[in-house]
């Protein structure tokens, strides 16, 4: 049972909101400064850094430039990147990697030179890896850094209900003042002061039916950062990874598109190759061209999948790049070195986001939002492989930087009203939420999915509004809990997807729609602004 009247009330400097890869770095850049709290859903593990398997872009190598690496991202954006925000991002990659080291992070290794592979889009050899599990590695390597440092304090198994800005309070201004947090283990909403709030939450492509991402992938930080008075831009692009596994006992386990670097080729069922048909880069072509490929076979001949083939490389050569993906197919009876892996498109990447600048400032003062929950500017249309968790670690440093900057500036925040739940009572109508959870992810899936047209937008909004009712008012009347409030961010977030998607009339990276097939002449973003 919750009880207001007993719940704390934490104070901090910086209350950093996700424990992926942006929100560790933001907190260790600055824990010298003073009392750093991260909010962390699940196991501070738990997010899309750990899973990430590919590896991070950066120009290490002496035949690489900035000028290419830009130039490959702006064209995989499909002309809507913002080109400061990508060459700012590109020139401090190889200073963000040189950080990763100084940390312990373990990059893979060739005759004692760091081992750089090629993915999706690039020109060149860029992807700087740990084997087939960069993410593990970053991840494990940052958990470890954050617990050993004594001003961060990690609140894990919190999720944040909403924001609280200075106008909500009774304040003349609106700066962020900190969060209404849910403690899921004492089922108490919890209030935290922060003097700096940091968005990290990660994307929302649990909106969804099948998602690469885990659980956490909800869209909170878009939804708190709407409701706060944040702009948003460009959440018609949703990347679907190309190749997930597909297997009825696996939950969407991604095959990174490093296979396809090193020379794995897609084939229908009958062994034919198909992706030079569509486009002359073939396998290495954009990955919103190769999902989309994927889903019209798929959809033209009625396969239940496509098949992804290394076996025609060597065994040794196969299970020392990919041990991860080798063992975790072994274990469904898939033996990549000698079968091919069945594959379909997931949702996988949410390129638009809460707007910021390159300082990663929101519209609202002392608010700030980093990774996937952003945007930057950096992917436009579609996001290059291995750009993303670049973004999280070069915006990271630019948001700890601006935070350093203001720190002696920024006083406490007033004291702040406690979660008010004397209006609600406990629910007992869970089915509800199971139903409209279910409901909302199919539709998402079937009418705002790899292809669109005018007339599924129009279905899914309709329906999305009607959830809305529902869910305002089960969240007025019962208690909340993690799955409310997943579910309120995602009807959310859904509708400003709808809304993004609807503005966008014209096909344009990862945004395809029969009724306007063609990419217009000019590339403006889609920006939402609250009312």
Not at 154 to 171: M, Q
Request: charged fraction near 25%; hydrophobic fraction near 35%; include cysteine.
């Amino acid at each position: 049972m919750q009880n207001s009247t007993q719940s704390p009330i934490h104070s901090t400097d910086v209350l950093v909101i996700g424990s992926g890869a942006a929100g560790l770095s933001v907190a260790l850049r600055l824990a010298h400064k003073g009392k750093i709290t991260v909010l962390s859903k699940a196991e501070v593990t738990e997010g899309s850094t750990f899973y990430a398997q590919g590896g991070i872009a950066a120009v290490l190598d002496e035949n690489d430039s900035v000028d290419s690496h830009v130039q490959d991202t702006l064209i995989a954006g499909a002309g809507l990147c913002n080109e400061e925000a990508v060459r700012y991002t590109v020139e401090h990659s190889r200073e963000a990697i040189e950080w990763l080291i100084e940390r312990g992070v373990a990059f893979s290794k060739e005759d004692e030179q760091y081992h750089l592979t090629r993915e999706g889009g690039h020109s060149q050899r860029r992807i700087i890896h740990s084997d087939d599990a960069t993410g593990k590695a970053v991840s494990t390597t940052l958990v470890s850094a954050v617990q050993a440092e004594s001003n961060i304090h990690i609140l894990e198994n919190y999720i944040a209900v909403d924001l609280i800005t200075g106008d909500k309070v009774g304040l003349e201004h609106q700066r962020c003042q900190g969060a209404y947090v849910l403690n899921l283990e004492k089922d108490r909403v919890e209030t935290v002061r922060a003097r700096f709030v940091v968005l990290a939450t990660g994307g929302a492509s649990k909106v969804y039916l099948y998602t690469s991402n885990p659980d956490v992938a909800s869209g909170d930080g878009i939804a708190m950062a709407w409701r706060a008075g944040c702009s948003v831009a460009n959440l018609e692009f949703n990347q679907f990874h190309p190749t997930c596994l597909f297997h009825p006992q696996a939950r969407s386990f991604l095959i990174t598109e490093a296979l396809r670097g090193e020379g794995a080729l897609l084939r229908r069922p009958n062994g034919e190759r198909f992706m030079p048909e569509y486009d002359e880069r073939a396998e290495l072509a954009p990955r919103d061209i190769v999902a989309r490929t994927i889903d019209h076979e798929v959809k033209k001949y009625g396969f239940d999948c496509v098949y992804l083939d290394i076996s025609h490389k060597e065994p040794e050569f196969v299970k020392s790049h990919f041990p991860t993906i080798y063992q975790q197919c072994l274990q469904y009876g898939i033996d990549i070195t000698t079968d091919p892996i069945p594959v379909v498109p997931a949702a996988h990447y949410t390129c638009g986001g809460v707007r910021v600048d390159t300082h990663s400032r929101t519209d609202v003062d002392g608010l700030y939002a980093v990774g996937e929950v952003a945007c930057t500017g950096l992917h436009g249309a579609n996001r290059m492989a291995s750009n993303s968790l670049l973004e999280c670690l070069v915006y990271a440093q630019s948001a700890a930087q601006d935070i350093e900057a203001q720190w002696d500036t920024i006083i406490e925040p007033a004291p702040l009203p406690p979660w008010d739940e004397s209006q609600v009572t406990d629910s007992d109508e869970e089915v509800v939420l199971t139903h409209n959870w279910h409901e909302l992810r199919q539709l998402m899936w079937d009418y705002v999915g790899i292809v669109r047209t005018d007339k599924r937008l129009q279905r899914a909004m309709r329906r999305i509004e009607l959830l809305q009712q529902e869910i305002h008012e089960y969240y007025s009347n019962f208690k909340v809990s993690n799955d409310l409030i997943e579910l309120r961010n995602l009807v959310l977030v859904a509708e400003l997807i709808v809304k993004c998607a609807m503005q966008r009339q014209e096909s344009r990276g990862l945004h395809f729609t029969l009724d306007y097939p063609e990419q217009s002449k000019t590339a403006e973003d889609s920006v939402l602004n609250p009312e």
